[in-house]
């Protein structure tokens, strides 16, 4: 909230400043992300609205982001945004037709910039939440060419691998996003850890891999937050 704030100053100081908008979405999102991972009240009214507080949120990240673009329409990093923000799940539209929106703007941000990684990961991310695992890996290929430091690029191939019950290299990708994250900016830290929780969880669900790999499985548990 304190952010929003924030960048809702400097907007209001240079209203034509899409990075402003940008920001100002950005922190709305987040602040969306944190209210969905709230355990669920057990009052299913109060259930209900919390629900509603993330959407209005995503909304309201989503109308800066066009107002962004209208500012600068060839910002890659505005276009990665709206596509990053936009919530899959909403009464307004289909599921189908939010996933065609956040392509569609994830695909004009690399078309503005190919060495965007963001939009990259994020793409990636979308195709896995599809079950196209063939194109969220391509997605992530593309990425590590461009920058192979970026931590969040070996998190989300943790991410990928794992689904696609690699759970070998689904440690050594979280591993190595680790590494990469201890010796980046404070950024990146915290990178890592979706890609080791995929790992875990996989391990659970597979007994026979689970006690194959029980001490890298408790080593990877410890570091986990």
Known sequence: KAASRAYAKAL??????????????????HQARLIDQLPPH?????????????????HQAERML??????????????AALGIVLPLHTSSCSTTTIVARKEYALSRALQLDPRNTTAWVALSRLYLSTGELGLAQDA??????HDPTESSIWDAMSVVAAVSGDYQSSLEYAEHSMLLSGNGSSSRRSS????MMAFVQGAIMHTGMMMSMKGALYAVAKKLP
């Open 192 to 195: 890592g850890g979706e890609g």
């Open 42 to 58: 057990k009052d299913s009214d109060n259930s209900n609205t919390q629900v509603s507080l993330s959407l209005a949120l995503s």
């Open 66 to 79: 066009h107002a962004a673009i209208r500012a600068s329409p060839t910002s890659s990093p505005t276009w």
């Open 140 to 145: 992530l290929r593309n990425a590590r060419t």
């Open 12 to 29: 209001f100081l240079h209203p034509s400043n899409a990075g402003s908008w940008r920001d100002v979405a950005l922190a709305l999102h």
